[in-house]
């Protein structure tokens, strides 16, 4: 069978599966975007806009061990975990500790790496091809520091510059000269030249699927309930309907567990709640990104104003949002960008504030590739923070994989074998 007359079914329509589905269509598969909510809905849309190949360094370490306590009580820190939660979340917990010690670290560093130095290049081969350039800038961003003395900020930036990322280091008139608006309390910065933002991840999103699209994607808005495999074709089932394929990319971030369990896989993923809060009408104060490395959060310059985005909260996917984390980002942005509005929670409206799921794994490496026991079957889940950052690198390795060819890199680290 030609590659030409295979059908492909993409499951989620986030901003993993629509560059799957506009590598796939563009190679000449006949190819169908399947989302039971709508393109770029979920994290998709209410990212930092941050393409941070600068973060190569795995989640899982040893630091965090003695952190832990306190998170348990402080519900609107950084890092925050639900007291009914922990019990499901331990398993994920104990896995991820596992991933501390320093020979797994090194090898997760070097896989993320790998995934990152090429990420932004292959998203301007993808948006030139879509005529969406304009929806990328590479200005760089900042780390900035506030109380941390100079020795500290210098392990800071020896780690980074040990690994080949390109970074600077900046005293306080050097950050202001860049990003006049910041506060006088930062004192120093590391300014990551290669890295870029967009000033609107939803329509980031958007304008990849439509360029899918236009090469002959179609899409259909479904909520898939099971998978039936046989080795010739693939059965969708959703509650009134079955689609038939020859392949399929399952790219259905948080909630791909269900659906890897049904295949009889173990995908031991975890939800990281993250949080937004948009500050409209400011967005000439910063010009690139900002992330503060005490308050753990980032300010990205948005075509709305400012977007607020950060924190760790892990309660899984039924508890209701607690925005009050959202909220309390207003707070720690005063201490980092001048002129920030003073509002009271009660002045900040619904739509200003966003809670989404991150699907996260214990040592920080998505899982992209062919499913161990299912030949005709891919995933591409599990980006926690960097999906936005790792789409296009994503999508070309999924097409790579599903033409038999040889990958730009080796995907042996992100093999779904690694857990089953």
Not at 45 to 68: D, I, M, R, Y
Not at 258 to 263: D, F, I, P
Not at 288 to 300: G, M, V
Request: charged letters at 20%.
């Amino acid at each position: 069978m030609t590659k030409q007359k295979q059908t492909i079914a993409v499951v989620g329509a986030g901003i993993i599966g629509v560059n799957c589905a506009a590598q796939l269509q563009a190679q000449g598969y006949n190819v169908t975007l399947i989302d039971k909510d709508g393109v770029g809905e979920g994290c998709s849309k209410g990212n930092a806009g941050h393409f941070a190949t600068e973060q190569v360094f795995p989640l899982a370490e040893v630091s965090l061990l003695w952190q832990l306590p306190k998170l348990l009580f402080d519900p609107l820190g950084p890092i925050a975990i639900s007291p009914r939660y922990l019990p499901d979340a331990l398993p994920w917990f104990f896995k991820f500790i596992g991933n501390m010690f320093k020979s797994k670290r090194q090898h997760n560093m070097l896989a993320l790496k790998t995934l990152n130095q090429n990420a932004i290049k292959e998203y301007k081969v993808l948006l030139k091809a879509a005529n969406a350039e304009h929806l990328i800038t590479t200005k760089g961003s900042l780390l900035v520091f506030e109380t941390k003395n100079i020795r500290e900020v210098e392990k800071y930036y020896h780690a980074y510059k040990n690994e080949g990322v390109a970074v600077v280091l900046l005293d306080r008139q050097e950050t202001l000269l860049l990003e006049p608006n910041l506060n006088n309390n930062i004192n120093y910065s590391l300014y990551f030249t290669d890295v870029g933002h967009t000033t609107d991840p939803f329509l980031f999103c958007q304008a990849i699927a439509k360029y899918a699209f236009s090469l002959g994607t179609k899409y259909t808005k479904l909520s898939v309930k099971h998978i039936k495999y046989r080795e010739d074709s693939i059965e969708l089932h959703a509650e009134n309907q079955c689609l038939t394929f020859d392949k399929l990319i399952i790219a259905t971030g948080a909630w791909s567990k269900n659906l890897a369990h049904q295949l009889g896989y173990k995908l031991p993923m975890e939800y990281e709640r993250g949080y937004h809060l948009n500050i409209n009408n400011t967005a000439e104060q910063l010009t690139r990104p900002i992330a503060s490395a005490e308050r753990k959060f980032i300010i990205t310059p948005m075509s709305h104003g400012l977007r607020l985005a950060g924190t760790v909260e892990f309660a899984g996917l039924k508890l209701a949002a607690n925005m009050k984390r959202a909220k309390n980002l207003k707070i720690n942005a005063q201490f980092i960008i001048n002129n920030i509005p003073l509002l009271a929670d009660d002045q900040i409206s619904d739509s200003q504030c966003w809670m989404g799921f991150r699907p996260s794994m214990p040592d920080s490496l998505p899982v992209i590739g062919q499913a161990p026991n299912h030949k005709n079957i891919y995933f591409a889940v599990g980006h926690q923070h960097l999906g936005l950052t790792l789409g296009a690198i994503t999508g070309k390795l999924i097409s790579q994989l599903v033409q038999c060819k040889q990958t730009d890199i080796d995907v042996t680290p992100f093999s779904l074998k690694r857990f089953n």
